[in-house]
Each structure stands twice: as C-alpha cells, then as structure tokens.
C-alpha cells in the first residue's frame, strides 16, 4: 500500500475516533425521485480559446461531517464523455487564470469521501483542442444543492483529477473541472455519463430524462433545467420557433458518437455555400451544438473558407456584411448575423480584441461545431430515449427567444 494511502488511513482513523456523535453523517440516498433538477449558471469573462464562459457553482466532495465540501466552477458539457476537476496536485502555471488568478482546486485530502482508482497520471484527450494529464478517484458532487445536514450527492466515477495541462486554451478556462453530458453512444470510450447517472443512482425519475440550457449574457446568468423541462413553463421562450434536430452520428469520424451531431445541409456566408472536407469525411456534413465550446469550428476547408469570405466582405468597406447561415432541409435554417458572429474579448491574451469567432480545427472533416455564439441566442433541449439500460440521445428541440435575435428561421412558405 503507498505511504499516501497509509497516512491518509491513519489520519482517518484517529479523526473517526475524535468525531462527535451526530445523526446521519453519512450521504444518503433519496426516497423520492425527483422530475426535475435545476442548477444555475453564471457567465466568465468572455476569452479567445474557444470554450464556454459558463459555468455552475458545485459543491464536491464531503467534509469531516458527510456535508456539501468545496464549491468549484464546474461546466456541464455535451461535447464531453469524462468528468474532471484540476486538483491541488496541478502546481504549474496553467492551473492559473488568466483572468482570475488562481484556479479553483480540489483538494484530495480534506473530502472524506473521496476514494483512489488510479495514482498514475495519464493523458486526457479532448481531440484537436488539447490534452490533459490525470489521475482518477471517486467522488461525490451536490447535485441536489443540499442545505441539511443530511447530504444526497451524485456518485462521480471516475472522477479524472488534473495534474497538469498545455497550452493557453486551458490556462484561459473559466471553469475549474467539467462534467459529460454526452449522446450515450461509442460505450467503449464512454467514461461518465452524467444525466444516465442520475437515473441509475435515484435522483431522477426515468419518465422524463432530458438536460436543457437557457442562458441570459445582459444579466450574465443561467439555468440548467435536468428531468421536466418542458419550455411552456419558462418565460422568454418563443414556443411556436420549436424546431428537431434529430441526432445522428458522424460516420466519417471514429470515436465522436458521443457529442450531439445532426445532419446539416449546408453552411453559407450570405448566398455562398462553403465547402466541407468531403475525401476525408464523407459525404455528409454534420451540425453540433456544444455547451463546452464558445466560437464556430471545426472542418478546416470549411471553416477557413468562411473566414475568408466574412473578412474579405469586412475589407471592401461597403458596411454590408454577410450572415452566417446553417441549413436543415428546406424548412427551416439558423442564421446569426455579423454582431452575433464579431465577438469582443473580455479576458486573457486577446484581451479588448474584436474577432470573426470561426476557427478551422485539424481531424473534424464535415463538422460545424458551435457553442455559446449560437446557444446564447436560443434555447436549447438535449433529449434522451432509454434502449434496454441505457439512455441514448433521441434528438435536440431548440427554440428561439421572445425579444431576442431571430436564430431559428422558417422557410416554409
């Protein structure tokens, strides 16, 4: 057994012996199940490194007691299969903000219910965007916000705890750990499944299992609504804009069955169609909507070429620029327009920098990924249907806001 694990045993034992007698000290499981779960978001300074500003404050892990232990900022992330937090075993510059200072980290040895799986570091990857190192443990988070002295947490397992990173994508990040929220698909790269541990584990009913997000930027908060989300109960939410987007996973990439695609029909600057990586990923082009990611990106050819195209419309000074146009079939399309796509940067290295948010990303042929440009315009349902033991993604229902920019657009006639 490692000196680490004995110490830590020792240390137990004697606070065990210490510990005054108190009723329920341990975390209990719930006796109800509940059909809705809502958490809320607030928004970080806006940075150029291509992930969401938003977050939620989560209590992780247990104090000497059983209650809720450190509060940290934890993005629920449907472009991700794993969870993970940065740990105080980070020690470098990059677990350092850019914008904040230091990074919020969890400290392995003040939760009494944190457990090892894995002492060995070992790369995390999050494709083209970067890589991680990390060791693993178990957990629990507050997902039910407890204020009793009796604690309901969500078993995280594994819980990846970061020992270093690279690269500035990682040292601008607003959050200090992330949480999949993924299709259930590609089980054997699956490591957490976030809203399926709900079910499993008793703290959501299985009748309605699906995760919404509705963000507001002017009060730079928001909610994530987990069960029950149905958009009637919610205000600002334009019902008769409802549009599916059925999902489907991209064929011509292995392994990426976990984040939410759907087929797209084309992606036009004005009234030109860009050209997706056809040879290297197939015919078809797919669209996504990621609640980790801030900017559009994605198929190199693609994403350059709308690039392009917008700077060379900005460089002929005529005033007139182009939207940015997503097509589904012919009934509907999302369009944002060029003060949804110019994003100004509010922290870390491009700091009061004004930018085309599009980047071209190596390895993601016929894929337009978008996050916090497009999804803090609309409101957005992640929908799971159960197959066998289970929950696998059915489809997204996004829908436009009432006073906000027209995102979803019909063209039925």
């Known amino acids: 057994m490692p000196i680490a694990t004995l110490?830590?045993?020792?240390?137990?034992?004697?606070?065990?012996?210490?510990?005054?007698?108190?009723?329920?000290?341990?975390?209990k499981k719930p006796k109800i199940k509940s059909v809705e779960l809502v958490m809320d978001m607030s928004k970080g300074p806006y940075q150029n490194n291509g992930a969401s500003p938003w977050f939620s404050e989560i209590a992780v892990g247990t104090d000497?007691?059983?209650?809720?232990?450190?509060?940290?900022k934890i993005c629920f992330d449907t472009g991700?299969?794993?969870?993970?937090?940065?740990?105080?075993?980070?020690?470098?510059?990059?677990?350092?903000?850019?914008?904040?200072?230091?990074?919020?980290?969890?400290?392995?040895k003040n939760s009494y219910s944190f457990n090892w799986l894995e002492h060995e570091s070992k790369p995390l990857d999050f494709g083209?965007?970067?890589?991680?190192?990390?060791?693993?443990?178990?957990?629990?988070?507050?997902?039910?916000q407890a204020t009793s002295d009796i604690y309901t947490g969500l078993l995280v397992n594994p819980l990846e705890l970061v020992t270093d990173y690279s690269g500035a994508q990682f040292k601008e990040l607003n959050w200090d750990g992330g949480f999949g929220v993924p299709t259930g698909f590609d089980r054997d790269d699956l490591t957490f499944h976030f809203v399926e541990q709900l079910v499993i584990q008793g703290l959501l009913a299985e009748d309605a299992v699906e995760i919404s997000f509705f963000t507001d930027r002017a009060t730079e908060t928001g909610t994530i609504r987990i069960g029950d989300t149905a958009p009637e109960s919610i205000a600002d939410v334009d019902m008769s804009s409802e549009?599916?987007?059925p999902f489907e996973a991209h064929k011509g990439i292995s392994k990426l069955g976990y984040i939410w695609t759907t087929p797209l029909t084309s992606l036009k600057v004005g009234d030109e169609p860009v050209t997706f990586d056809s040879v290297l990923g197939g015919d078809q082009s797919?669209?996504?909507?990621?609640?980790?990611?801030?900017?559009?990106?994605?198929d190199s050819g693609a994403m350059i070429e709308a690039y392009t195209l917008i700077r060379n419309a900005m460089?002929?000074?005529?005033?007139?620029?182009?939207?940015?146009?997503f097509s589904f079939g012919t009934t509907f399309e999302l369009v944002l327009t060029y003060s949804e796509y110019i994003s100004s940067i509010e922290a870390g290295e491009d700091k009061d920098e004004e930018v085309v948010d599009i980047v071209a990303l190596d390895g993601l042929p016929q894929l337009a990924l978008i996050g916090s440009l497009m999804l803090d315009h609309i409101y957005t349902r992640y929908i799971y249907e159960k197959v066998g033991n289970e929950y696998l993604a059915k489809e997204m229902k996004i829908y436009n806001k009432i006073g906000g920019a027209v995102i979803i657009r019909d063209l039925t006639p």
């Open 7 to 27: 110490e830590k045993k020792s240390k137990t034992q004697t606070l065990k012996a210490q510990r005054p007698k108190v009723k329920n000290p341990k975390i």
């Open 64 to 72: 000497y007691f059983g209650r809720p232990g450190l509060v940290m």
């Open 80 to 108: 991700a299969r794993f969870s993970w937090l940065t740990s105080t075993q980070c020690i470098t510059d990059a677990c350092m903000h850019t914008s904040e200072g230091d990074r919020g980290r969890f400290e392995l």
């Open 128 to 144: 083209p965007w970067g890589v991680m190192q990390a060791n693993s443990g178990t957990d629990y988070i507050d997902i039910l």
């Open 243 to 245: 549009q599916t987007l």
């Open 286 to 298: 797919y669209f996504c909507l990621d609640t980790g990611a801030s900017q559009l990106k994605g």
């Open 315 to 325: 460089n002929t000074g005529s005033g007139s620029f182009p939207n940015l146009r």
